[in-house]
């Protein structure tokens, strides 16, 4: 399917968003510059980011993602804190109460991250309230490293996929599929649908 090319960017605000991507950056020892020619963003622009200064549009976060070499999904994780006294070297846990997780809105999704006291998670899970109500209010498909899982809590959405056919899913419905295959949902319930996503 061929989709509207508009520049409709939506802004995304993931958790410490600044303070992650200079962590990613000083851990492959890259320079503002070097990572400037890599991602194709501005000095002054990545120097402001780091600083919290400004919020990246999506289409700033995909370049950031490809240009760093890392999944999308990774600039959702909290910044590497000091570490703190192990109580046991076999596991970790986090729990995440309802309505405590970070909200991140955009024009299409409005996404509630969990599980967020965790750094380094091999997979990131997050509930979505899906905004969008037609295929026009995306201006590009959504797409990044790694795979996803899906399951519809509430409501009913169109499941767009860029080599299959748009698929309706109901309450209880669930799918999984790459996520560097462009994707995008869309509510066709009377109140917003929502849904789980797990991303790995």
């Known amino acids: 399917m061929k989709i509207n090319s508009t520049n409709i960017e939506s802004t995304v605000e993931p958790l410490a968003l600044g303070k992650r991507v200079k962590e990613l950056r000083l851990s492959q020892n890259l320079t503002l510059e070097q990572a400037s020619q890599l991602t194709g963003l501005a000095r002054s622009t990545l120097s402001k980011i780091e600083n919290e200064q400004i919020s990246p549009t999506f289409a700033a976060v995909s370049k950031l993602a490809k240009g760093l070499g890392i999944a999308l999904p990774q600039l959702f994780s909290q910044p590497k804190q000091e570490p703190a ?4 070297s076999s596991g970790r846990r986090d729990i995440t109460r309802l309505g405590e997780g ?7 999704y409005e996404h509630e991250l969990l599980a967020t006291q965790l750094s380094n998670k091999k997979m990131v899970p997050f509930k979505t309230s899906v905004k969008a109500r037609a295929w026009e209010d995306y201006s590009d498909w959504v797409r990044h490293e790694g795979e996803e899982f899906l399951y519809v809590i509430s409501g009913s959405i169109t499941l767009f ?16 599929y790459d996520c560097e295959m462009g994707h995008a949902l869309v509510s066709t319930s009377e109140s917003d649908a929502e849904v789980l996503w797990v991303t790995a």
């Open 85 to 88: 006294k192990r109580v046991s």
């Open 102 to 108: 970070k909200f991140h809105p955009t024009p299409t």
């Open 161 to 176: 996929t860029e080599f299959y056919e748009p698929i309706e899913l109901q309450q209880g419905d669930s799918a999984y």
